[in-house]
C-alpha cells in the first residue's frame, strides 16, 4: 500500500481563534471576510470560538458551523483561566458550550483551546477541562498576528517557513480579527499548497499539541 503522508505532503493545521479584538487593525468585517477567502480557497479550517464572541456575532459564528470547519471552545469570556477558581472554570466551559452550541449549531466537544495559552500546562485548569469533556489543543506555530507592528508578509513568513520546518502535523495558529491575517491567508494557502502540503482540520491529525513540546496521540485516552 502507498505511503499517505508520501503522497499528500506534510499535513498542516490552520486554527483560528475566533474572539473579541482587543488590539488595533481589526476593521469591522474582518471576520466576515475572512470566512469568504476561505471558501474561494475551498478550505476547511478549524475555530476555537469564545461564547461571548458568538452571542456578540450570531450570523459570523453560525456561518462558521455552517460551511464545515471544524469548532472547539475558546471559553466564554476569554479569561487567563488559571485566574479562575474551580467553580469559574466549570461555569465558564459550561456557559461557552451552551452558547456554541445553539448559535453555531454544532457542539464543540471535545477540542478546546485556553485562551492567551494560560492553563494549558496547569494542572488544575486541565483537569477542568478533561472533566468536561475536552481536551486542550495548543499549538506548534506561533504567528503573533496579535501584534500590531506584524506585517502580514512577516506573518506569511513565519507560518509557511515554520510549517514546512516542523513536518507532518503541524497545528498553527492563527485570529480571526487582524487585518493583517486577512491579507496573508491566501499567499499562505497558495505556497503551502504549492510546496505540497495538504491542509485539514485538527480532528486528522494523530498528535497534538497539547502541551508546548509535548504532543499527545488522539486516541491516548489517559490524557481526556
Known amino acids: 500500500m502507498p505511503d499517505t503522508l508520501a503522497m499528500t505532503g506534510p499535513r498542516i493545521a490552520l486554527t483560528f481563534d475566533a474572539e473579541h479584538p482587543d488590539r488595533p487593525r481589526c476593521r469591522p468585517g474582518v471576520q466576515e471576510a475572512l470566512l469568504d477567502a476561505l471558501e474561494?480557497?475551498?478550505?476547511?479550517?478549524?475555530?476555537?470560538?469564545?461564547?461571548?464572541?458568538?452571542?456578540?456575532?450570531?450570523?459570523?459564528?453560525?456561518?462558521?458551523?455552517?460551511?464545515?470547519?471544524?469548532?472547539?471552545?475558546?471559553?466564554?469570556?476569554?479569561?487567563?483561566?488559571?485566574?479562575?477558581?474551580?467553580?469559574?472554570?466549570?461555569?465558564?466551559?459550561?456557559?461557552?458550550?451552551?452558547?456554541?452550541?445553539?448559535?453555531?449549531?454544532?457542539?464543540?466537544?471535545?477540542?478546546?483551546?485556553?485562551?492567551?495559552?494560560?492553563?494549558?500546562?496547569?494542572?488544575?485548569?486541565?483537569?477542568?477541562i478533561r472533566s468536561a469533556g475536552y481536551r486542550n489543543v495548543h499549538w506548534d506555530i506561533w504567528a503573533?498576528?496579535?501584534?500590531?507592528?506584524?506585517?502580514?508578509?512577516?506573518?506569511?513568513?513565519?507560518?509557511?517557513?515554520?510549517?514546512?520546518?516542523?513536518?507532518?502535523?503541524a497545528v498553527v495558529l492563527l485570529h480571526t480579527w487582524p487585518e493583517p491575517t486577512l491579507e496573508a491567508v491566501p499567499r499562505i494557502v497558495a505556497r503551502l499548497r504549492d510546496a505540497g502540503a495538504d491542509l485539514v482540520m485538527i480532528d486528522a491529525l494523530r498528535d497534538l499539541p497539547v502541551m508546548a513540546g509535548d504532543p499527545v496521540r488522539r486516541d491516548d485516552r489517559s490524557r481526556r
Open 144 to 169: 503573533e498576528d496579535w501584534d500590531p507592528d506584524r506585517s502580514s508578509g512577516a506573518i506569511e513568513a513565519t507560518v509557511v517557513d515554520e510549517a514546512l520546518a516542523h513536518g507532518d502535523g
Open 40 to 128: 474561494r480557497l475551498d478550505l476547511r479550517a478549524t475555530f476555537f470560538i469564545q461564547g461571548r464572541w458568538a452571542e456578540a456575532y450570531p450570523r459570523t459564528a453560525a456561518r462558521i458551523g455552517s460551511a464545515g470547519h471544524l469548532v472547539g471552545s475558546h471559553s466564554f469570556y476569554h479569561a487567563r483561566m488559571p485566574l479562575l477558581s474551580d467553580d469559574g472554570l466549570r461555569t465558564d466551559i459550561a456557559a461557552a458550550e451552551t452558547a456554541i452550541s445553539t448559535i453555531v449549531g454544532v457542539s464543540p466537544v471535545p477540542w478546546f483551546r485556553c485562551p492567551f495559552g494560560a492553563g494549558h500546562d496547569d494542572p488544575r485548569v486541565l483537569a477542568a
